[in-house]
């Protein structure tokens, strides 16, 4: 079984190694490129390999989210030549996952909220057994000033104990915080 946290490689593959992985992204990524569809902030999702019939090659589909509320999901033949196959697809406001660079963003603006600092503070001497999940969360209320946001859930607890934190990465800033 082959996966890469850093490449997003889906855990259940098996036929895409690491290097076909990034080397299918850079293909994705330069299709997108030069077709006029990479503008603004993207940031790369994850790789994940499709069922083919026998005697096709294989093909992995790779995900983009762009900063205008789009996923983009394009199918890359592997290995060489590693070319894009089909136009790409592009969801709005999709439940896409949040890439690694996100939940880091997503942790850096919770730890500004006093809300957080004070959970921290008072659980530093046990942060071993601090859970901390970051998830993303969809708005999908058309009049809301979210609508098409990336937007995400950072969570600590610790028993009893925990905070809440909603943050907007695509303006870099926290939206509310509560302890619980």
């Not at 603004?40 to 989210?65: D, N, Q, S």
């Not at 057994?129 to 950072?154: C, D, K, W």
């Amino acid at each position: 079984m082959v996966a890469s946290l850093s490449l997003g490689v889906a855990a259940q593959s098996a036929e895409v190694s690491v290097q076909d992985a990034e080397r299918a992204r850079q293909s994705a990524e330069t299709y997108l490129k030069e077709s006029g569809y990479w503008n603004g902030r993207v940031v790369f999702i994850h790789v994940t390999p499709l069922e083919m019939p026998p005697g096709l090659p294989p093909r992995v589909a790779v995900t983009h989210y762009r900063y205008d509320g789009y996923t983009i999901r394009t199918v890359v033949r592997i290995p060489h030549p590693y070319e894009v196959v089909a136009r790409p697809r592009f969801d709005y406001n999709y439940p896409t996952p949040l890439a690694d660079v996100e939940v880091s963003r997503a942790k850096e603006i919770a730890a500004t909220a006093p809300e957080v600092a004070g959970f921290l503070s008072r659980n530093a001497d046990r942060m071993s057994q601090v859970e901390t999940i970051v998830r993303p969360y969809l708005n999908s209320n058309p009049a809301s000033a979210g609508q098409g946001h990336r937007l995400a859930v950072v969570e600590y607890s610790r028993d009893e104990d925990g905070a809440r934190v909603s943050v907007d990465l695509t303006l870099n800033r926290l939206v509310e915080a509560a302890v619980r």
